[in-house]
């Protein structure tokens, strides 16, 4: 048996490896994300962390499923429960999936809001939008569009078509699409936030539209992968590709002109202002109803609408004139 | 140089001594390290409403490895059990919409599992196709199937008393998917270590061919377990459709691999003709659990897959070194 001995005794040493990285403090805010090793989600956490600090006496769990499934993060939410954490704050694979769980949450006494990504009303306390959605919408059209004055067609590469939040804001995008003259929406397709699939895709819209002018991609997997299909077929100049990407991953692009310019809310920001709501609803400084005015620390106040929903601010457009600044941010 | 004498034992060991040397001994050894460990190194682990969490975490993939691990035994494979279940979601979902009753969507539900279980059956002991390619080819078909009719949509609003299967609890900690996983656990121990369709089914998994002449109708078991596959893929469907109380077509995403992942690692020999329904529960368990421990101590989901893997070959090499020792 001493071979068995010898595994069961490794996997417990390294079990309680991990387990010294967590120690008991007053106030435990879990971070819950779509999926962990997204460059995104690593900044928002970064801004949680900050959160932390400056209120003190708060332990921020960062954590998530490995693939972006809505059972997964039912067993990351069900381990939380367990665990007697304070807060739950939540980027939801799936509106509706994630809703029952986080409902036994609440009826335990844990404070549940979701960021980024919602889930139904009557599964959180509030939601904050990075911003709204009417903005993104037609900020990653005015994008695309600023740089092609003579109009011309355009396409969409979304990450899956069950993602809730590139879904709403394609829906926005297509609404003020009557406001840019000229510019032709021929396709939306999907890469499903994998680099391969959304490359592949990339490849497909210029085959089939030798005229596309550029690529608008609302997810950071996306415009990555589609700017450098664009770069390795030669067309840089005639396509532009835009949306909304990391600073990080895209500086590559902005400097070889493949993307002239894209957007992107701060998710630092995202992060600290969901860890502040938080805590101000944890502790009974604020609480989530129609029209309240949430404290966001340095970021300023979250007011809810009637859904219990609030924006956090505009996004922000990075060319080759910040990137440089931005890059080593996230 | 002449090879040595081959040993012949005079008798066999006996019960006892093969009981201890036995997978399941193994299993139960490290479900026990695994509980200890868990215990120890969280507060939260020993705790009854915990613990009954916890098990959402396997039963509905655990029904499904109950006859997908029979369908090993025979030989055979079912790939497209998670796609069966989008599919029987999305039926249920469009039976909803239709007005239907708590009976009839689950009906609706295990009906669906049922005929794509046929499906699979008749491609399979009716033309005799490979399971493998035509369960890969199903996989893609079903899914596709429910991502048709739904798209980027969602059903929701399933009624109140629906909610039951998924979120439902029999008595005190035990939700009805737990009994039903340990009745269902009876059921298949008994279908398969206890009738004569269970040793058909070893026989074809050991020599389909000489099954064949021995007069047992190989075709008609292979459908049958697939059939099997297909209504335990329903079942699970409505608990999963009731714990989530919606349906996407993107529901149950990859448990294919972990149905199977769970069947070898309860000591299915995936070649076929070797292993027990009692090793099936315990790796349900033991996945479980170390899903369960991990997820409370906030060890990122990638570290479990890597202890599941380790796990997983440590497990299956460890008689080979005991055999040759």
């Given at each position: 048996m001493s071979i068995l001995k010898k595994t069961l005794v490794s996997a417990a040493l390294a079990t309680a490896m991990l387990a010294q990285a967590a120690s008991a403090q007053d106030?435990?805010?879990?971070?819950?994300?779509?999926?962990?090793?997204?460059?995104?989600?690593?900044?928002?956490?970064?801004?949680?962390?900050?959160?932390?600090?400056?209120?003190?006496?708060?332990?921020?769990?960062?954590?998530?499923?490995?693939?972006?499934?809505?059972?997964?993060?039912?067993?990351?939410?069900?381990?939380?429960?367990?665990?007697?954490?304070?807060?739950?704050?939540?980027?939801?694979?799936?509106?509706?999936?994630?809703?029952?769980?986080?409902?036994?949450?609440?009826?335990?006494?844990?404070?549940?809001?979701?960021?980024?990504?919602?889930?139904?009303?009557?599964?959180?306390?509030?939601?904050?939008?990075?911003?709204?959605?009417?903005?993104?919408?037609?900020?990653?059209?005015?994008?695309?569009?600023?740089?092609?004055?003579?109009?011309?067609?355009?396409?969409?590469?979304?990450?899956?078509?069950?993602?809730?939040?590139?879904?709403?804001?394609?829906?926005?995008?297509?609404?003020?699409?009557?406001?840019?003259?000229?510019?032709?929406?021929?396709?939306?397709?999907?890469?499903?936030?994998?680099?391969?699939?959304?490359?592949?895709?990339?490849?497909?819209?210029?085959?089939?539209?030798?005229?596309?002018?550029?690529?608008?991609?609302?997810?950071?997997?996306g415009i990555l992968a589609a700017s450098q299909a664009v770069t390795d077929a030669g067309k840089i100049g005639e396509i532009n590709v835009t949306g909304l990407g990391l600073p990080s991953e895209m500086a590559g692009a902005v400097e070889s002109g493949a993307t002239i310019s894209f957007a992107?809310?701060?998710?630092?920001?995202?992060?600290?202002?969901?860890?502040?709501?938080?805590?101000?609803?944890?502790?009974?400084?604020?609480?989530?109803?129609?029209?309240?005015?949430?404290?966001?620390?340095?970021?300023?106040?979250?007011?809810?609408?009637?859904?219990?929903?609030?924006?956090?601010?505009?996004?922000?457009?990075?060319?080759?004139s910040n990137i440089e600044e931005f890059k080593s941010i996230f | 140089m002449?090879?040595?004498?081959?040993?012949?034992?005079?008798?066999?060991?006996?019960?006892?001594?093969?009981?201890?040397?036995?997978?399941?001994?193994?299993l139960v050894a490290v479900a026990i390290a695994i509980f200890i460990t868990n215990s120890f190194m969280s507060p939260f682990f020993l705790?009854?409403?915990?613990?009954?969490?916890?098990?959402?975490?396997?039963?509905?993939?655990?029904?499904?490895?109950?006859?997908?691990?029979?369908?090993?035994?025979?030989?055979?494979?079912?790939?497209?059990?998670?796609?069966?279940?989008?599919?029987?979601?999305?039926?249920?979902?469009?039976?909803?919409?239709?007005?239907?009753?708590?009976?009839?969507?689950?009906?609706?539900?295990?009906?669906?599992?049922?005929?794509?279980?046929?499906?699979?059956?008749?491609?399979?002991?009716?033309?005799?196709?490979?399971?493998?390619v035509?369960?890969?080819?199903?996989?893609?078909?079903?899914?596709?199937?429910?991502?048709?009719?739904?798209?980027?949509?969602?059903?929701?609003?399933?009624p109140p008393e629906f909610a039951f299967f998924g979120q439902g609890y029999v008595w005190w900690v035990f939700s009805f998917e737990l009994v039903l996983f340990a009745v269902l656990a009876v059921i298949y121990w008994v279908l398969l270590h206890r009738t004569s369709f269970g040793r058909a089914v070893y026989a074809i998994g050991n020599n389909a061919t000489a099954a064949q002449f021995s007069g047992i109708r190989v075709a008609r078991v292979r459908f049958i377990l697939f059939l099997m596959t297909g209504l335990m893929s329903g079942i699970a469907a409505v608990c999963l459709t009731s714990r989530l109380g919606s349906t996407r077509p993107s529901i149950a995403t990859g448990w294919e691999l972990e149905v199977v992942t769970m069947v070898v690692l309860g000591g299915v020999s995936i070649l076929g003709g070797a292993g027990s329904i009692p090793g099936v529960v315990l790796a349900a368990f033991i996945m479980g659990m170390v899903t369960f421990g991990f997820g409370l101590l906030n060890v990122p989901g990638i570290v479990m897959s890597i202890f599941l893997g380790v796990l997983l070959i440590s497990v299956i090499a460890l008689p080979r070194l005991f055999r040759r020792g």
């Amino acid at each position: 048996m001493s071979i068995l001995k010898k595994t069961l005794v490794s996997a417990a040493l390294a079990t309680a490896m991990l387990a010294q990285a967590a120690s008991a403090q007053d106030v435990k805010i879990a971070l819950v994300v779509k999926a962990l090793g997204i460059g995104f989600f690593e900044a928002a956490a970064k801004g949680a962390e900050e959160a932390a600090a400056e209120l003190g006496g708060v332990e921020i769990i960062y954590t998530g499923p490995t693939s972006t499934t809505a059972e997964g993060q039912i067993e990351v939410i069900n381990a939380l429960i367990a665990q007697g954490v304070n807060a739950i704050a939540i980027s939801a694979n799936d509106p509706d999936a994630v809703a029952p769980a986080l409902k036994r949450a609440m009826d335990r006494g844990i404070t549940v809001i979701s960021w980024d990504s919602g889930v139904a009303k009557e599964g959180r306390q509030m939601h904050l939008n990075p911003s709204s959605s009417a903005l993104i919408g037609n900020t990653i059209i005015k994008l695309a569009a600023d740089h092609m004055p003579d109009g011309g067609d355009v396409a969409i590469l979304s990450a899956t078509s069950t993602s809730t939040n590139q879904n709403i804001w394609i829906d926005e995008a297509t609404k003020v699409l009557p406001n840019y003259p000229g510019i032709n929406l021929v396709a939306t397709v999907y890469g499903d936030d994998l680099a391969d699939k959304s490359y592949r895709e990339a490849q497909g819209l210029m085959a089939t539209y030798p005229d596309l002018k550029a690529i608008i991609a609302p997810t950071t997997v996306g415009i990555l992968a589609a700017s450098q299909a664009v770069t390795d077929a030669g067309k840089i100049g005639e396509i532009n590709v835009t949306g909304l990407g990391l600073p990080s991953e895209m500086a590559g692009a902005v400097e070889s002109g493949a993307t002239i310019s894209f957007a992107i809310w701060n998710p630092i920001d995202l992060g600290y202002a969901a860890t502040m709501i938080s805590y101000n609803l944890l502790k009974g400084n604020a609480t989530a109803a129609p029209g309240a005015s949430i404290p966001m620390g340095r970021i300023g106040a979250a007011v809810l609408d009637d859904n219990n929903e609030a924006a956090m601010s505009d996004p922000f457009t990075y060319d080759a004139s910040n990137i440089e600044e931005f890059k080593s941010i996230f | 140089m002449t090879p040595p004498p081959r040993f012949i034992p005079d008798r066999l060991q006996s019960r006892a001594a093969r009981a201890l040397r036995s997978w399941e001994t193994i299993l139960v050894a490290v479900a026990i390290a695994i509980f200890i460990t868990n215990s120890f190194m969280s507060p939260f682990f020993l705790n009854a409403w915990n613990l009954s969490d916890a098990t959402f975490n396997f039963t509905e993939k655990a029904m499904i490895a109950f006859a997908m691990a029979m369908l090993i035994i025979a030989g055979e494979i079912d790939l497209s059990v998670a796609s069966i279940i989008a599919l029987a979601s999305t039926a249920m979902g469009l039976a909803m919409q239709a007005g239907a009753g708590v009976p009839v969507l689950v009906l609706a539900g295990m009906g669906t599992g049922l005929i794509c279980g046929a499906v699979n059956g008749f491609l399979v002991a009716g033309l005799g196709l490979p399971s493998i390619v035509v369960t890969i080819g199903t996989l893609s078909l079903f899914r596709g199937i429910a991502f048709i009719v739904l798209g980027d949509k969602a059903f929701t609003g399933y009624p109140p008393e629906f909610a039951f299967f998924g979120q439902g609890y029999v008595w005190w900690v035990f939700s009805f998917e737990l009994v039903l996983f340990a009745v269902l656990a009876v059921i298949y121990w008994v279908l398969l270590h206890r009738t004569s369709f269970g040793r058909a089914v070893y026989a074809i998994g050991n020599n389909a061919t000489a099954a064949q002449f021995s007069g047992i109708r190989v075709a008609r078991v292979r459908f049958i377990l697939f059939l099997m596959t297909g209504l335990m893929s329903g079942i699970a469907a409505v608990c999963l459709t009731s714990r989530l109380g919606s349906t996407r077509p993107s529901i149950a995403t990859g448990w294919e691999l972990e149905v199977v992942t769970m069947v070898v690692l309860g000591g299915v020999s995936i070649l076929g003709g070797a292993g027990s329904i009692p090793g099936v529960v315990l790796a349900a368990f033991i996945m479980g659990m170390v899903t369960f421990g991990f997820g409370l101590l906030n060890v990122p989901g990638i570290v479990m897959s890597i202890f599941l893997g380790v796990l997983l070959i440590s497990v299956i090499a460890l008689p080979r070194l005991f055999r040759r020792g």
